[in-house]
């Protein structure tokens, strides 16, 4: 049999995007006009950049003889491998996402997906949160997927709320402050 049609195993790569559990548990994927966006640039680097170059580099190393000992060929093939992966999941992700634009919401009273959150914590520290779909999310810039403990938590408050927030070390509160839309 052709080794390309023999599964090989991966290692340390993530799991096949057809294999991986649903990361929502059934929920809808909320994304925001930016996320989407930079889901599907990634999406076009991947197939109209990135493996383009890859296929050339492993033809090449194809070309070259013995390919079992041929690293460009072998790493080549792994690469593209992981490409494919990422292409699918990004496909999925897009074509089940459901874009929800922060500055159309009417209700900016209460927090909802998309607001900016400014928050304090009983010992007086103020922290500001966006909640964002969670591909989107990126917890050292303050974006964090709104269905996290923290923006579960926040969901529908409004400002001068104290909601309950269940943290590794226990039950923490936390005080809304200010919420925001985009303009």
Same mark, same amino acid.
């Given at each position: ?34 996320? &989407? ?9 991947? @197939? ?6 890859? %296929?050339? =580099? =492993?033809?090449?190393?194809?070309? #070259? ?17 992981? &490409?494919? @992966?990422? &292409? ?10 459901? %874009? =929800?634009?922060? #500055?159309?919401?009417? #209700? ?17 520290? @103020? ?6 779909? &969670? ?9 964090? #997927?709104? %269905? ?17 927030? @269940? ?17």
């Amino acid at each position: 049999m052709s080794k390309a049609f023999v599964k090989e195993p991966d290692g340390d790569i993530e799991a096949d995007a057809d294999d991986a559990p649903d990361l929502l548990g059934g929920a809808r994927n909320l994304v925001t006009p930016r996320g &989407i966006q930079m889901l599907r640039d990634e999406l076009h680097s991947l @197939r109209h950049e990135e493996r383009p170059k890859v %296929v050339e =580099v =492993v033809s090449w190393a194809a070309g #070259n003889g013995d390919r079992s000992e041929n690293g460009d060929y072998i790493y080549g093939k792994k690469r593209l491998r992981e &490409i494919d @992966r990422r &292409i699918r999941y990004l496909r999925k992700r897009i074509d089940s996402a459901e %874009v =929800v634009d922060p #500055n159309m919401q009417k #209700n900016r009273a209460q927090v909802f997906f998309g607001a900016t959150v400014t928050y304090a914590t009983l010992d007086d520290t @103020r922290h500001t949160i966006t909640l964002v779909g &969670i591909d989107e999310a990126d917890a050292d810039s303050g974006l964090i #997927n709104w %269905v996290s403990p923290i923006a579960r938590a926040l969901l529908k408050a409004r400002v001068g709320a104290t909601v309950k927030v @269940r943290t590794p070390t226990g039950e923490d509160e936390i005080e809304v402050i200010r919420i925001e839309y985009p303009l």
